[in-house]
């Protein structure tokens, strides 16, 4: 039977909190979550890609559960972002690895292939395509084509208003994330509506860890992410590799709401390596947990045709 086992690894500044599976040794495969999520979000992975032979590290990325929280929003940008998983490696002596990342951590795992091009074996995003760099900051796109409507990642640009929202009740928060209804409208409107059921692929005591976590840590840390998406475009403007070289997966559910917003018909621009998709029919966009077995499938399947081992 896989075990894991949680630890602090000192990375780039900051203490992750990561979940470990599989020998030192084998072949690294690093798991980057989204939000709101964990390194919990990959539960069904880590013994998965475990027994299967790698060396598996998830960390709650920082901001989140029992990693730091930095203050300065700055520190929550995709240079850093990107080099805690370089610390990552170096704490377990791995040149390079396999970097998985879902929601939020597609682009961090994308973005690791072009600032850290030599410590990345192969990439596998989940539920974001890899886009290549906007031609503009991005809050200025989203603002021209959505004008006065509502839309999440403009919401959580100013400090304050969208943490104290979330913050309020960290249980209805998540499970109307969860449900992919908190992301329709402002919370504060949400209030007074019925709280949805718990889709029928997370258990309560699956759910738990997430209340738990939001409660002590609250969100901030998290939507500081999002509060750099212009200063990330500033930052990526030359980047020590100009495109993805190495195999690139990119898994996602076809009912995922994301793909709504974030076209793949450009990934040709910034993947240059060999190139695989894989859509998986019916499935929303919290893609591991809700059909676990088919995507360790697609993932051991990719992994293992790199020959590492």
């Given at each position: 039977?896989?075990?894991?086992?949680?630890?602090?690894?000192?990375?780039?500044?900051?203490?992750?909190?990561?979940?470990?599976?599989?020998?030192?040794?084998?072949?690294?495969v690093v798991?980057?979550?989204?939000?709101?999520?964990?390194?919990?979000?990959?539960?069904?992975?880590?013994?998965?890609?475990?027994?299967?032979g790698?060396?598996?590290?998830?960390?709650?990325?920082?901001?989140?559960?029992?990693?730091?929280?930095?203050?300065?929003?700055?520190?929550?940008d995709?240079?850093?972002?990107?080099?805690?998983?370089?610390?990552?490696?170096?704490?377990?002596?791995?040149?390079?690895?396999v970097?998985?990342?879902?929601d939020?951590?597609?682009?961090?795992?994308?973005?690791?292939?072009?600032?850290?091009?030599?410590?990345?074996?192969?990439?596998?995003?989940?539920?974001?395509?890899?886009?290549?760099?906007?031609?503009?900051?991005?809050?200025?796109?989203?603002?021209?084509?959505?004008?006065?409507?509502?839309?999440y990642?403009?919401?959580?640009?100013?400090?304050?208003?969208?943490?104290a929202?979330?913050?309020?009740?960290?249980?209805?928060?998540?499970?109307?994330?969860?449900a992919?209804?908190?992301?329709?409208?402002?919370?504060?409107t949400?209030?007074?509506?019925?709280l949805?059921?718990?889709?029928?692929?997370?258990t309560?005591?699956?759910f738990?860890?997430?209340?738990?976590?939001?409660?002590?840590?609250?969100?901030?840390g998290?939507l500081?992410?999002?509060?750099?998406?212009d200063?990330?475009?500033?930052?990526?403007?030359?980047?020590?590799?100009?495109?993805?070289?190495?195999?690139?997966?990119?898994?996602?559910?076809?009912?995922?709401?994301?793909?709504?917003?974030?076209?793949?018909?450009?990934?040709?621009?910034?993947?240059t390596g060999?190139?695989?998709?894989?859509?998986?029919?019916?499935?929303?966009?919290?893609?591991?947990?809700?059909?676990?077995?088919?995507?360790?499938?697609?993932?051991?399947?990719?992994?293992?045709?790199?020959?590492?081992?």
């Amino acid at each position: 039977m896989i075990t894991s086992t949680k630890r602090l690894v000192e990375t780039n500044g900051v203490q992750l909190q990561v979940t470990e599976a599989g020998d030192r040794g084998a072949p690294v495969v690093v798991l980057a979550h989204g939000f709101p999520e964990l390194a919990h979000s990959w539960r069904h992975q880590i013994p998965a890609l475990a027994a299967a032979g790698y060396h598996v590290l998830a960390p709650d990325q920082r901001g989140y559960a029992g990693s730091s929280r930095p203050q300065a929003i700055e520190d929550y940008d995709i240079v850093h972002l990107t080099g805690d998983l370089a610390g990552l490696l170096d704490d377990v002596g791995a040149e390079r690895a396999v970097v998985v990342g879902h929601d939020w951590g597609s682009p961090v795992v994308c973005n690791f292939a072009l600032l850290h091009p030599d410590r990345v074996a192969a990439v596998a995003a989940l539920s974001v395509p890899p886009v290549p760099r906007a031609a503009a900051p991005p809050t200025q796109i989203w603002r021209r084509k959505v004008g006065d409507n509502y839309f999440y990642m403009l919401y959580f640009q100013e400090p304050g208003p969208a943490d104290a929202a979330l913050g309020r009740d960290p249980r209805s928060s998540m499970r109307r994330m969860i449900a992919e209804e908190g992301f329709a409208a402002p919370p504060d409107t949400l209030v007074d509506k019925p709280l949805p059921p718990l889709p029928d692929w997370i258990t309560e005591d699956e759910f738990e860890p997430y209340v738990t976590a939001f409660t002590e840590s609250g969100f901030t840390g998290p939507l500081n992410w999002y509060r750099n998406f212009d200063r990330n475009w500033e930052l990526t403007a030359v980047t020590p590799a100009p495109a993805i070289t190495v195999p690139t997966l990119f898994l996602a559910g076809s009912a995922d709401p994301v793909l709504g917003f974030t076209p793949r018909d450009r990934v040709r621009d910034v993947v240059t390596g060999d190139y695989r998709e894989v859509m998986i029919d019916g499935a929303g966009h919290w893609l591991q947990q809700e059909r676990p077995d088919e995507v360790n499938a697609v993932l051991i399947e990719f992994i293992d045709g790199l020959g590492l081992k």
